[in-house]
């Protein structure tokens, strides 16, 4: 008995080509040289059977990302533990799927090669973008280190249920409703949630004021728009879309830990202050945020988006419109120069964008953006002196008052009809102490 080797080698060459094919049992059929052996037919000979050893071709797997990913059920012939799947954009190529664990390199197989996980123990989760890729298989008897080049055989494909691509930009405006549409990706269905977030899947990520911290109601247009129940009010920044699939109940921030793309948020900072005096003009600059323009305008409320007016300040509390790129604001020049002349105390400065529908009222200032401190007395204090006595006035209220301040006795205090009361000394001026709550007027009053 004569022994012949037989390797299947590229054409010409003398290198030898991997076997590529499904996992089967052939049929070994002969052809004796000197004849054609060129077609199927010439081969005739059945010499017997090879046992290719290899997974089943054309096998299809659904993961979802943002969770974990197996492989379950593989079919083939031979397969055994150890055997590893590596999860490519082509088999045999370093395409690697961003944000796949371990780069797609899967755990070694288990159930006699028939399931695979990855970074199972830890159960990592997916986050790669949706869309199809090549399951790429190497047997445990082979050298299956984490390179592309080792998994040469294709045996169907990995569909990724999520968005696509990872780097979606959108835009909302603080002050008003949020609405996402357009969102693309793959597999993607109604009940989908976003979550508007400083850091995907972290729950100290939530955005301070973004309604229902940050989550979206369900998805909507097949999954490709979301929005919000009420208005957004958060702060001038850029934050990340968080993507949470409606196989999940999506009601905690670590459950949104895809990172879909970036929402930009024109607006101001928040938590800023600034501090004005009563019977002053009133204005400020430097104010921080993202995306401000000329034009849009503060509102001082008692609380922001209510109807409320203050008393004493110009143009209903609504400024000017906003200068040098929306940093600069100032209240009644427009209108002459006014003063203010409210009572003092803290009160929210409530923000509107020029490209908001609407700023004429206090309903569409929702944004607070920091406190104006208004230093200056109460309004409506009412004070008795007795004629023929020594006047003093005590316990006079408002807000950070100090010694120093003056007080005048007059008939009105609207400037074209104020006037010097005759009687009081010094003209009806007196000069504050106990920290700004105490008046004394000099000498006996005579004025009646």
Not at 299 to 315: H, V
Request: net charge negative; glycine share 14%; charged share 15%.
């Amino acid at each position: 008995m004569t022994y012949q080797n037989y390797n299947w080698a590229v054409e010409s060459t003398t290198s030898v080509r991997e076997v590529r094919s499904e996992g089967g049992y052939y049929r070994l059929c002969w052809c004796a040289t000197g004849y054609s052996c060129v077609e199927p037919k010439d081969f005739a000979v059945d010499a017997g059977t090879m046992k290719l050893v290899g997974p089943h071709h054309n096998q299809s797997r659904t993961c979802f990302s943002g969770a974990p990913c197996s492989a379950t059920g593989i079919t083939g012939v031979g397969l055994s533990n150890g055997d590893r799947t590596m999860v490519l954009r082509y088999c045999d190529t370093d395409l690697y799927i961003a944000r796949f664990p371990n780069s797609g390199y899967s755990d070694p197989a288990v159930d006699n090669g028939t399931t695979v996980t990855w970074a199972g123990a830890a159960a990592t989760i997916v986050t790669a973008p949706g869309g199809f890729y090549k399951l790429c298989w190497c047997a445990a008897s082979q050298t299956c280190t984490r390179s592309g080049s080792n998994f040469q055989v294709e045996y169907g494909l990995l569909y990724i249920v999520g968005p696509a691509p990872l780097t979606q930009s959108k835009t909302c405006l603080s002050g008003e409703y949020c609405n996402v549409t357009d969102f693309t990706g793959y597999g993607l269905s109604d009940g989908d949630q976003m979550m508007i977030s400083s850091n995907c899947g972290d729950p100290n990520g939530i955005v301070a004021r973004w309604p229902n911290m940050g989550i979206s109601q369900d998805s909507t247009a097949n999954g490709s728009a979301f929005f919000w129940s009420d208005y957004v009010t958060s702060g001038g920044a850029v934050y990340w879309m968080c993507w949470c699939s409606n196989i999940f109940s999506c009601d905690r921030a670590d459950l949104f830990n895809v990172e879909a793309g970036l929402l930009t948020l024109p607006g101001p900072h928040l938590n800023q202050e600034r501090t004005c005096r009563s019977g002053t003009e009133c204005g400020f600059g430097n104010l921080q945020g993202l995306g401000l323009a000329n034009g849009d305008r503060i509102m001082i409320l008692n609380q922001c988006g209510s109807s409320d007016l203050l008393f004493g300040w110009p143009d209903g509390g609504i400024s000017d419109p906003a200068i040098f790129t929306g940093t600069e604001y100032a209240w009644g020049t427009a209108s002459g120069g006014l003063y203010v002349t409210g009572a003092g105390g803290e009160y929210s400065m409530c923000w509107c964008s020029i490209s908001a529908p609407n700023c004429s009222s206090g309903e569409f200032f929702r944004t607070e953006l920091g406190i104006m401190k208004m230093i200056g007395p109460a309004i409506g204090q009412r004070k008795f002196c007795t004629a023929g006595q020594v006047c003093s006035i005590t316990q006079f209220s408002g807000y950070e008052l100090q010694n120093g301040d003056r007080l005048l006795i007059s008939p009105s205090c609207i400037p074209l009809l104020s006037s010097f009361v005759f009687g009081f000394s010094n003209n009806g001026i007196a000069i504050a102490t106990g920290g700004g709550s105490r008046f004394d007027f000099s000498g006996r009053l005579t004025a009646s």
